[in-house]
């Protein structure tokens, strides 16, 4: 295994990256409403990136057939767009998105109730989002890979949740999925030790009820065994001597 180090002008270009991609959430987050089927989500997504002179990295990587994620409710991830999928009031709504901008690679999720939502699926995606700042707090120099990984456990766990094992956030560059993996469950072994310069997809992904997750036959599409809601919160961060840098915030 071998984590990349950016240079100074790479940084620059993942900054942009990252900055181009959090205008991409932000336009999504505020057009989600009940009535929009998860392909509309997909092509202003498209649309979005492909108008800031960027690529999506997700159409077609590895035969992904849209650009942007959409997993509702019992969907995890990788939830496929579909033209008679329906958000309905009260439903969570997983949008997950990335793009290339001049070569380098962003990635970011973010989880949206559509309209009025159970306070327990608000809660579920409060502590998702809480979970991946747990957890960059060790994000720093100096610390190891998965001190990132022991802060989300320990703060997830409080709340009794289950912690996707299947999935794991990843280091991210000039590709979408670079070394090191980054999994979001307490590990025994210390893991790399971090170094300014690591640009990282930290992407805490939790279920309301048990861990275990199922692959739909659709070839994407991942849900909760056990039906219970899921919320993913996802960002691309750069560590730094200090604090780390969130650069699709
Ligand atoms: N954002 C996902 C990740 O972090 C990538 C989606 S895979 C795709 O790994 F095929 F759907 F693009
Ligand atoms: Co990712």
């Known amino acids: 295994m071998s984590v990349s180090m950016k240079s100074a002008r790479e940084i620059e270009l993942m900054r942009e990256a990252g900055r181009l991609l959090s205008r991409v959430h932000d336009e999504l987050g505020a ?63 997983s949008l997950d998105a990335g793009l290339i901008y001049k ?38 120099e100096g610390c190891h890979l998965h001190d990132i990984s022991n802060a989300i456990d320990a703060y997830v766990s409080r709340f009794g949740y289950g912690i996707v094992r299947d999935l794991v956030g990843h280091g991210i560059g000039t590709s979408l999925h670079e070394d090191p993996q980054i999994p979001n469950f307490a590990q025994k ?42 919320a993913h919160y996802e960002n691309t961060i750069l560590v730094t001597g200090g604090e780390p840098e969130i650069l699709t915030l």
Request: proline residues 4%; contains cysteine; hydrophobic residues 40%.
């Open 103 to 140: 070569g380098y690679h962003s990635d970011a999720a973010r989880t949206h109730g559509v309209g009025k939502i159970s306070p327990q699926a608000q809660q579920l995606i409060e502590v998702t989002r809480q979970s991946f700042f747990e957890g960059i707090k060790m994000a720093r």
């Open 189 to 230: 072994r210390k893991g790399v030790r971090l170094q300014a310069g690591m640009t990282l997809a930290v992407e805490p992904m939790i279920n309301a009820g048990g861990w275990e997750v199922d692959f739909l036959n659709d070839g994407w599409t991942v849900v909760t065994r056990d039906g219970s809601l899921s």
């Open 31 to 93: 057009a989600i409403r009940p009535g929009m089927s998860t392909l509309e989500i997909d092509r202003l997504g498209e649309k979005l990136i492909r108008s800031f002179g960027c690529v999506p990295n997700f159409l077609h990587y590895n035969g992904y057939p849209a650009s942007i994620c959409v997993s509702v409710n019992d969907e995890v991830v990788h939830g496929i767009p579909k033209k008679d999928r329906i958000l309905e009031e009260g439903d969570i709504v």
